[in-house]
Nanobody, 121 residues
């Protein structure tokens, strides 16, 4: 099971840290991607980090504001989100795949259930 947590209501300009934790298996061998999907829109890939924690890939929409990291000892991947904008209000998902970093959603094999982030004053 892959479980996201950390979603909350936050004011514009604020920060949140999302977690993606695995239960029952190790994340050590997987690339982990972060995605978000607003109602009526396609699921957007925003970041990806490989199994050994190499330099993550970021979509232009989050570059410079979000930081993707992992702690394999804790079997958890994190997405630090700073300078949040109202358009970031959506459900955030993590997913895993074997292979290099990638933000195309069809390249991922297993998904979490998502966590809601609301950016509003």
């Amino acid at each position: 099971q892959l479980v996201e947590s950390g979603g909350a209501l936050v004011q514009p300009g604020g920060s949140l840290r999302l977690s993606c934790a695995a239960s029952g298996f190790t994340l050590d061998y997987y690339t982990i991607g972060w995605f978000r999907q607003a109602p009526g829109k396609e699921r957007e890939g925003i970041s990806s980090i490989n199994s050994y924690g190499g330099a993550p890939y970021y979509a232009d929409s989050v570059k410079g504001r979000f930081t993707n990291s992992r702690d394999n000892a804790k079997n958890t991947v994190y997405l630090q989100m700073d300078s949040l904008k109202p358009e970031g209000t959506t459900v955030y998902y993590c997913a895993l795949r074997y292979g290099p970093v990638e933000i195309r959603r069809d390249r991922y094999d297993y998904w979490g259930q998502g966590t809601q982030v609301t950016v509003s004053s």
